[in-house]
């Protein structure tokens, strides 16, 4: 079993940064960010696999970076140049193998806003 706790989020203005972290309790393998806004369905941000490989939605590409501290057992999503259609509620997954769908991931964090201000 494997638990998720994400922090980080707030409000940013356009053209800030922000950090979002997601600690892990447990063995974790890919983990990933999804977000979901309000009225819409939760769609994949990024994610990255035991070996550091990343895979990022076209639409946060070059704009974010997600990242892994494999001793702190975290995983980071660093927002850059965020856009107000960024808003939306952040969450953490974990899954055994890659994959860009909600169903691909078993575990899930708790979720954490994130409101970008033009």
Same mark, same amino acid.
């Given at each position: +079993?494997? +638990?998720?706790?994400? #922090?980080?989020?707030?409000?940013?203005? *356009?053209?800030?940064?922000?950090?979002? #972290?997601?600690?892990? #309790?447990?063995?974790?393998?890919? @983990?990933?960010? !999804?977000?979901?806004? =309000?009225?819409?369905?939760?769609? !994949?941000?990024?994610?990255?696999?035991?070996?550091? #490989? *990343? !895979?990022?939605? &076209?639409?946060?590409? &070059?704009?974010?970076?997600?990242?892994?501290?494999?001793?702190?057992? *975290?995983?980071?999503? +660093? @927002?850059?140049? =965020?856009? =107000?259609? &960024?808003?939306?509620?952040?969450?953490?997954?974990?899954?055994?193998?890659?994959?860009?769908?909600?169903?691909?991931?078993? !575990?899930?964090? +708790?979720?954490?806003?994130?409101?970008?201000?033009?």
């Amino acid at each position: +079993q494997v +638990q998720l706790v994400e #922090s980080g989020g707030g409000l940013v203005q *356009t053209g800030g940064s922000l950090r979002l #972290s997601c600690a892990a #309790s447990g063995r974790t393998y890919v @983990m990933g960010w !999804f977000r979901q806004a =309000p009225g819409k369905e939760r769609e !994949f941000v990024a994610a990255i696999t035991g070996s550091a #490989s *990343t !895979f990022y939605a &076209d639409s946060v590409k &070059d704009r974010f970076t997600i990242s892994r501290d494999n001793v702190k057992n *975290t995983v980071y999503l +660093q @927002m850059n140049s =965020p856009k =107000p259609e &960024d808003t939306a509620v952040y969450y953490c997954a974990a899954a055994y193998q890659l994959g860009t769908r909600v169903n691909d991931y078993a !575990f899930w964090g +708790q979720g954490t806003q994130v409101t970008v201000s033009s």
